[in-house]
T-cell receptor, first 113, second 113 residues
Framework: AQSVTQPDIHITVSEGASLELRCNYS??????LFWYVQSPGQGLQLLLK??????LVQGIKGFEAEFKRSQSSFNLRKPSVHWSDAAEYFC???????????FGTGTRLQVTL | DAMVIQNPRYQVTQFGKPVTLSCSQT?????MYWYQQKSSQAPKLLFH???????NEADTPDNFQSRRPNTSFCFLDIRSPGLGDAAMYLC????????????FGSGTQLSVL
C-alpha cells in the first residue's frame, strides 16, 4: 500500500523568505502526487498535482513542486512567502484512477511578520 | 459559488445520540467521499460512493453509515456517537474522468458531549 511522509510537523518562516515543505512517498511505481492546503476550520484546496511529464509542476498561489523519482520525493516550494500562506499543508498520493487518496500527516506553516 | 456544501458547519450532539451530517454538490460529480479528520491529523477516508455503488474502507467502524439518495446529496450517519468521534468531517467530490482532482467542502465540526 502507498504511504506518505511529511517529516516536518511545524515550520515557521518570515514573510518574504523562501519556503520548502518536504514530502516523501512509498510506492513501487510512480503515483499521482498532490499538495493540498487547509486554512483553519476550512476544507482542503488543491495547490498542484503531478501525474507524469515535466517534473517541475506549477500550482496556484505561486507554489511549485518538484518530483524526484530517485528520492521518492515531491517537495513543495515558494520563493517568497506571504502572511496569508499560513495554513496546514498536506501532501497526498494515489496510485491511479479509482484508488483512494492517502494523505500525509501535514505540515503546519506559521509566517512571522 | 460554493460547489460542495456541508451542513451544518458546527454540530453538537450527545453521547449515543444519532446524528446526520449532510453534503450537497452542484458539480454533478459521480464520486462523493467522506473523510474524518481529527485535530492535527491527516484526513482519513471513511467511505465513498461511485454513482450508487458504496465502498466502505476496511477499518471504518460499523457505527458510521452513509446514504446517497441522488447524485447531488450524500449523508453521513453516526448511529451512536462516542467521544472519540468528535472530529471534522469532510465531504469531497470527484468526476472520474482522469482529472483526479477532489473538491472539498468546508467541513462539519462535530462535538460530542
Amino acid at each position: 500500500a502507498q504511504s506518505v511522509t511529511q517529516p516536518d510537523i511545524h515550520i515557521t518562516v518570515s514573510e518574504g523568505a523562501s519556503l520548502e515543505l518536504r514530502c516523501n512517498y512509498s510506492y513501487g511505481a510512480t503515483p499521482y502526487l498532490f499538495w493540498y492546503v487547509q486554512s483553519p476550520g476550512q476544507g482542503l484546496q488543491l495547490l498542484l498535482k503531478y501525474f507524469s511529464g515535466d517534473t517541475l509542476v506549477q500550482g496556484i498561489k505561486g507554489f511549485e513542486a518538484e518530483f524526484k523519482r530517485s528520492q521518492s520525493s515531491f517537495n513543495l516550494r515558494k520563493p517568497s512567502v506571504h502572511w496569508s500562506d499560513a495554513a496546514e499543508y498536506f501532501c497526498a498520493v494515489r496510485t491511479g484512477t479509482a484508488s483512494k487518496l492517502t494523505f500525509g500527516t501535514g505540515t503546519r506553516l506559521q509566517v512571522t511578520l | 459559488d460554493a460547489m460542495v456544501i456541508q451542513n451544518p458547519r458546527y454540530q453538537v450532539t450527545q453521547f449515543g445520540k444519532p446524528v446526520t451530517l449532510s453534503c450537497s454538490q452542484t458539480l454533478n460529480h459521480n464520486v462523493m467521499y467522506w473523510y474524518q479528520q481529527k485535530s492535527s491529523q491527516a484526513p482519513k477516508l471513511l467511505f465513498h460512493y461511485y454513482d450508487k455503488d458504496f465502498n466502505n474502507e476496511a477499518d471504518t467502524p460499523d457505527n458510521f453509515q452513509s446514504r446517497r439518495p441522488n447524485t447531488s446529496f450524500c449523508f453521513l450517519d453516526i448511529r451512536s456517537p462516542g467521544l472519540g468521534d468528535a472530529a471534522m468531517y469532510l465531504c469531497a467530490t470527484e468526476n472520474r474522468d482522469g482529472n483526479e482532482k477532489l473538491f472539498f467542502g468546508s467541513g462539519t465540526q462535530l462535538s460530542v458531549l
